[in-house]
């Protein structure tokens, strides 16, 4: 009923910059708070930022001042601008939304969705 895409992810230099990119779509009412994850091979998903609803957003120690997150409420779409890019920032990313959607019944319901993830390389 829900679905997340992602897209921007790709291979970069060092102090480099990406976008990422990651539009909700299908029966939604209102997506609530929105974020983004990494994960490397071996590892769990990690926090990287997260904004509300009302914009109010929270930043992994590792990326403060270089990442930027943003969302797009009218377009149900949430970004993250990344500069100054590390190698340690190599992993596949993911996006996550809190989505109130409308289901076939007419009846509200609440869940949290992830997208299928965009591998972010960055080279040294």
């Known amino acids: 009923q829900v679905q997340l895409v992602e897209s921007g992810g790709g291979l970069v230099q060092a102090g480099g910059s990406l976008r990422l990119s990651c539009a909700a779509s299908?029966?939604?009412?209102?997506?609530?708070?929105m974020g983004w994850y990494h994960q490397t091979p071996g590892n769990s998903r990690e926090l990287v930022a997260t904004?509300?609803?009302?914009?109010?957003?929270e930043y992994a120690d590792s990326v403060k001042g270089r990442f930027t997150i943003s969302r797009d409420n009218a377009k149900n779409t949430v970004y993250l601008q990344m500069n100054n890019l590390k190698p340690e920032d190599t992993a596949v990313y993911y996006c996550?939304?809190?989505?109130?959607?409308?289901?076939?019944?007419?009846?509200?319901?609440?869940?949290?969705?992830w997208g299928q993830g965009t591998q972010v390389t960055v080279s040294s």
């Open positions: 996550n939304a809190d989505i109130t959607y409308i289901r076939y019944t007419g009846v509200p319901g609440r869940s949290d969705y």
């Open positions: 299908g029966r939604i009412r209102s997506v609530n708070a």
């Open positions: 904004i509300t609803s009302m914009g109010t957003t």
